[in-house]
């Protein structure tokens, strides 16, 4: 039987009861669909920091490059916000992890599910049919490019940041979105601002060759304010959004506020080979810690990304996406997005209810023979 | 009587029309309201550089520096595109007028009017009541910081941008916007990203820096992944935003998108003087220009804003506002945003409406013994 082994990091505030509610339902999909899952859980964030006083120890970066992929929970809260900036939770851990594992594609799927069409701030007849794909740059740009710094000038200060951009780090990302484009609705749109940065014109002059490679995809592009204002005005133009940096952490999150909720959203993040991290697109969310009202989407959905994009196992991811589509469409909801007529669920039932409709959906299934 | 010189670039595409029918308004509003408008046309854009070869001529140069305020229409169209950037209308004219006249701040207005909140694509429980400003720094930032380019390495290339801001830079552009803040709702949020970039941290201290001289108004912050997405959920929540150049150009354009139509949104580019620049939020819109159906609306409130910064008519300026409402509530609409039961007008007639509404609230209110 094929074999994955998991690293589990379950981390901090919401994010160990996300986890704990999301493993059973991976562990049962993969029962179901023929394969073996090894989860081997690790401390960090600052649940790492007060243990070992590092936020990601030694042990945890061990048991993560024994995996395939690292089932990421949330990292982050209050009490380790007056920590320097480079011990912080999630600078300390995620950027070591990004760095270690290579990880410069960062994967957001949006997608307006019918059945909670209501949690989107758009009108249902925008929003209807929303299903694009960010893909951003995930370890370059401005937010790394050096010199990077302040200087004492005549008459105050001087800041300075680099936007700087490798022709070899925008086509490893560009390959990725390419890939991932030709397993959709082969459309792809660049997002960049070329009518003033020289990075842009980089980009769409490496872009436009690694097209070369996949006639099959369109390949469009679009200035990141007009894509800014068009996310609004009509989101299903999009499907593969390939972003640098700074492009893709603004779109992606207004992304996310189209939808409704960072809570209903997974990520993922992965580089060349199949190995990749999995999380939801919220934080940590310190304040609702603990009450059971966290919403478990965003991590059961990327736990449904884990199998597809590092284990090839996209029956099994499918399955998942279905049971959560079902469950939303029977009217159960968590607090965050509970309206109307809505059937209110703890973080827990709505977790069980998950699984439970997996396994109906799986023995019906097999009953049509199909 | 109180004189107002104003220098009026039309420019190309739809500029010329929306320009024409809204000089009758203003002139309208001025002579009721008790002070006179000398009106000074000049060449601008693609139209200047058919007739003299220059996308900003001596002379329009020159009318300019005699006026007060620069009323100004749009520029670009196609058969200019193929010109070397520098030489584009919109680089060639706008930049140089912008860096002459210092006009390092750039205002864009976003309200979601009742009578028109259907043409946001967000619920109108979510729309309704927006009324916001944007604050953008337009001179400094990457957009001209050096060194910028690319350069050739072993394995490809390597093209940079500089992201670089001065403190007097943030500290003028800072001070117009805690100014406007005092005459609106006395909340400024700075939109930056300081948990990665030293500019923004620049930003945070200098902007707090001038909020010693401004007790009254409440300063927040917040990241600009986070506005982008608190713009789609929560936008009634914002006063005025204060932005770096790139940041405050994706977000207006993101407002731009919740309100519906850039043919609704007036922009004003100012300095520390009241000279200004005023123009429709939108582009030349070739593909429409001369056809009588462009929405004149940005025109007309751009003139309102002129009356409001540059020369201090705030009743003259309300008065325009006013009567566009009133004519949108009486159902009258350009093709653009015509929806339902609407009556469609041209541009002419619409324009034509609010000088009519002008005139009658005018009198009313006159009667009223106001
Ligand atoms: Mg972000
Ligand atoms: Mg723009």
Known sequence: MKTYRVAVLAGDGIGPELVRVTIPILRLASYLYGFELIFEEAL??????????????????????????????????????????????????????????????????????PEIIDASPLKPEIASGVDLLIVRELTGGIY?????????TEQGERAIDT??????????????????????????????????LESSLLWRKTVKEIA????????????????????????????VLLCENLFGDILSDEAAGIAGSLGLLASASIGASKFGLYEPAGGSAPDIAGKGIANPISQILSGALMFEYSFQEEEAAQAIKDAVRDVLKEGYRTMDIAKGS?????????????????????????????
Do not use: H
């Open 163 to 196: 936007l700087l951009y490798d022709t070899s780090e925008i086509e490893r990302v560009a390959t990725v979105a390419f890939e991932l484009a030709l397993r959709r609705k082969k459309s792809l749109t660049l997002i960049d601002k070329a009518n003033v």
């Open 144 to 152: 790394f490019g050096q010199p990077k710094g302040r200087v004492l």
């Open 342 to 370: 809505a059937t209110y669920c703890t973080t827990e039932e709505f977790a069980e209810k998950v699984a439970q409709k997996i396994e109906i959906n799986f023995k019906k299934k097999k009953q049509e023979g199909s």
């Open 44 to 113: 960090v964030g600052g649940t790492a920091i007060e243990a070992t006083g590092k936020a990601l120890p030694p042990e945890t970066l061990e048991i993560c490059k024994r995996a395939q992929a690292i089932f990421f929970g949330a990292v982050g809260g209050k009490q380790w916000e007056s920590l320097p900036p480079e011990k912080q939770p999630e600078r300390a851990a995620l950027l070591p992890l990004r760095k270690t594992f290579s990880l410069f594609a960062n994967l957001r799927p949006i997608t307006c599910y």
């Open 212 to 239: 070369n490679n996949y006639p099959e995809v369109d390949l469009k592009f679009m200035y990141v304010d007009n894509a800014a204002m068009q996310l609004v005005l009509k989101p299903t133009q999009f499907d």
